[in-house]
């Protein structure tokens, strides 16, 4: 049997060969995944079989970077997988998002399987046999995983023996459902909710026809039914029921790492492969709309920074989930908010930054923006990832009586010490404002009330991950890292305050009087001041970014 306290693999690959990883994706690009295919691709709505069966091949064999090396893969770890997940969605969303199904797929086997379960299975996803799909989202539970309605009724023998299991229920929005070798379904046993490995072709188990979506349609996304299928004992995966929901909640900091990265990688794409290179090109008014700064500024820096900030959150997780024993649930539900909701907004501009161009299909941006809005949706959409960041950071400061924010702030405290130049204490004075306020909110039983709480949530993702970028600007200690944590910060502190005046005042169960008294209490005259030199440091990142001289 599996260890129940299992989580994902450590450790990962070395820099030279991640990379080599990486510009085998990039290769593709020139090949089998060409800009010619991916728009035909989107513009029939086809799912590239082939071409994904192809990247599975001995010949590229991408899937081998997340199986661990036991089973034939090469052990990649939560960095290396956010890396190349992050290149392959810079080409295509939704190719992206039909490799990332094998890995969502594999995770249940990956952390609950035995050994045998591993060897079979994740031995043929290595071989390059197998597509496979994650079939966990029924149509009515969503990411309620506790109100699954697809049941598995265990079949008894004349001997009383426990030959297997008869599954009955329907599935929705599986992505590669339609074309999976093989599922990973969550079932209801009456021990709990359980993972099961169910083939296709098996008897009453079908795959129907993709739905038609607004983006991401290089991916498929297919409904299930499962009509008194028997899958045999041996597939239910750990060999123990009922532990399928800790089993989901192992991989959930790990999942919603994968979507932020593809988010990263869809917002970049519209940024740096389209917007930035147009406006070298186009021509307005007498120059080139880079050296326009109104328009840099709007449209461009700060997307650019917002994704920066992401980029360094992401990758900071990732170095966690590779070196402690900790699913980091909360952190990932943090870098997928705020990174989807940042790439979205990003690739909303980057149309309005090639004007009537950005609304044609063959430029590439209007196809990432719809394709980039799924990273608000799947893995849980943006609302629920807020009650999930609000309501583990609310019982986790009340219970630490609020160390873990101040630690926060004493840690960008330190960093002041050693650069002042970072926003540092911007950045700690937002989180002890949040520290504050949720105890606020708290006390006056705020917390019932779910827009209170998203707005908490907001605040905490803003000064969780202006803290990785200031801890990656004061290690890089550049000019433009600099100025990129200094903007960051800025658009923190404004948020935290905008949020927190909300929070204080929306209510009316709040005497005016108290409200009025813990905002005067608060530092937010050191968050306005995040407004000094705001634009200049805007200009420098639009002259880094556009290679501007003047």
């Known amino acids: 049997m599996t260890d129940t306290g299992a989580h994902r693999p450590q450790g990962g690959l070395d820099e030279e060969t991640r990379q080599m990883v990486v510009h085998t994706v990039r290769q593709l690009s020139k090949r089998l995944l060409?800009?010619?295919?991916?728009?035909?691709?989107?513009?029939?709505?086809?799912?590239?079989?082939?071409?994904?069966?192809?990247?599975?091949?001995?010949?590229?064999?991408?899937?081998?970077?997340?199986?661990?090396?036991?089973?034939?893969?090469?052990?990649?770890?939560?960095?290396?997988?956010?890396?190349?997940?992050r290149e392959m969605s810079k080409i295509c969303l939704g190719v992206g998002t039909a490799f990332f199904a094998i890995q969502l797929g594999s995770d249940?086997?990956?952390?609950?399987?035995?050994?045998?379960?591993?060897?079979?299975?994740?031995?043929?996803?290595?071989?390059?046999?197998?597509?496979?799909?994650?079939?966990?989202?029924?149509?009515?539970?969503?990411?309620?995983?506790?109100?699954?309605?697809?049941?598995?009724?265990?079949?008894?023998?004349?001997?009383?023996?426990?030959?297997?299991?008869?599954?009955?229920?329907?599935?929705?929005?599986?992505?590669?459902?339609?074309?999976?070798?093989?599922?990973?379904?969550?079932?209801?046993?009456?021990?709990?909710?359980?993972?099961?490995?169910?083939e296709k072709g098996t008897k009453g188990f079908e795959q129907h026809k993709g739905e038609e979506k607004h983006g991401i349609r290089a991916s498929n996304t297919s409904p299930l039914t499962f009509t008194d299928v028997f899958v045999p004992a041996e597939n239910l995966i750990g060999d123990v029921p009922g532990r399928g929901l800790k089993q989901a909640n192992q991989v959930f900091g790990y999942t919603r790492l994968m979507v932020a990265a593809m988010a990263l990688g869809a917002g970049e794409a519209?940024?740096?492969?389209?917007?930035?290179?147009?406006?070298?090109?186009?021509?307005?008014?007498?120059?080139?709309?880079?050296?326009?700064?109104?328009?840099?500024?709007?449209?461009?820096?700060p997307h650019w920074v917002n994704l920066k900030a992401a980029a360094a959150h992401i990758e900071a997780i990732a170095r966690r989930l590779d070196s402690e024993d900790e699913d980091l649930q909360v952190e990932g539900s943090i870098a997928k908010l705020f990174t989807s909701e940042a790439a979205n907004r990003a690739a909303d501009d980057a149309m309005q930054a090639l004007g009537g161009y950005g609304y044609i299909s063959e430029f590439g941006v209007e196809k990432i923006k719809r394709d980039v809005k799924i990273t608000c949706i799947y893995e849980g959409t943006s609302e629920i990832q807020?009650?999930?960041?609000?309501?583990?950071?609310w019982k986790k400061t009340r219970k630490t009586k609020g160390a873990f924010y101040?630690?926060?702030?004493?840690?960008?405290?330190?960093?002041h010490g050693e650069c002042g130049q970072a926003s540092c204490r911007t950045m700690a004075a937002c989180a002890r404002t949040l520290n504050r306020t949720i105890d606020f909110a708290h006390e006056n039983r705020l917390t019932r009330h779910q827009q209170v709480m998203f707005a908490l949530a907001d605040m905490m993702a803003h000064v969780e991950v202006g803290e990785s970028m200031a801890r990656l600007a004061v290690k890089q200690a550049d000019e433009t890292t600099l100025a990129t944590a200094r903007v960051f910060a800025s658009t923190?502190?404004?948020?935290?305050?905008?949020?927190?005046?909300?929070?204080?005042?929306?209510?009316?169960?709040?005497?005016?009087?108290?409200?009025?008294?813990?905002?005067?209490?608060?530092?937010?005259?050191?968050?306005?001041?995040?407004?000094?030199?705001?634009?200049d440091d805007m200009d420098r990142i639009a002259d880094r970014i556009f290679e501007r001289t003047s």
């Open 492 to 535: 923190c502190a404004r948020l935290v305050a905008e949020k927190t005046r909300l929070i204080v005042m929306g209510r009316d169960v709040v005497p005016a009087e108290t409200a009025d008294q813990f905002l005067q209490s608060l530092d937010l005259p050191v968050l306005e001041g995040s407004y000094r030199g705001l634009i």
């Open 270 to 301: 519209a940024l740096e492969g389209i917007a930035i290179p147009y406006a070298h090109e186009r021509v307005q008014f007498g120059g080139p709309l880079s050296e326009k700064k109104g328009y840099t500024n709007k449209l461009i820096v």
């Open 406 to 415: 101040e630690a926060m702030a004493s840690g960008l405290d330190e960093l």
């Open 108 to 198: 249940p086997i990956i952390v609950g399987g035995t050994e045998a379960q591993k060897q079979k299975w994740l031995g043929a996803v290595a071989e390059g046999h197998s597509l496979v799909a994650y079939a966990v989202t029924e149509a009515e539970a969503g990411s309620n995983l506790a109100s699954l309605k697809t049941k598995a009724e265990p079949v008894i023998d004349a001997s009383g023996t426990l030959t297997g299991y008869r599954i009955n229920g329907s599935k929705q929005f599986i992505s590669t459902g339609g074309y999976a070798d093989f599922v990973t379904v969550l079932a209801q046993t009456p021990e709990g909710p359980t993972f099961f490995v169910v």
């Open 34 to 85: 060409t800009k010619k295919a991916v728009l035909e691709w989107d513009r029939g709505e086809i799912f590239p079989e082939a071409a994904v069966r192809e990247m599975l091949s001995p010949e590229i064999g991408l899937q081998l970077l997340f199986i661990p090396e036991a089973y034939g893969g090469m052990g990649g770890g939560a960095m290396d997988c956010c890396v190349v997940t």
């Open 386 to 393: 807020q009650n999930i960041i609000s309501t583990f950071r």
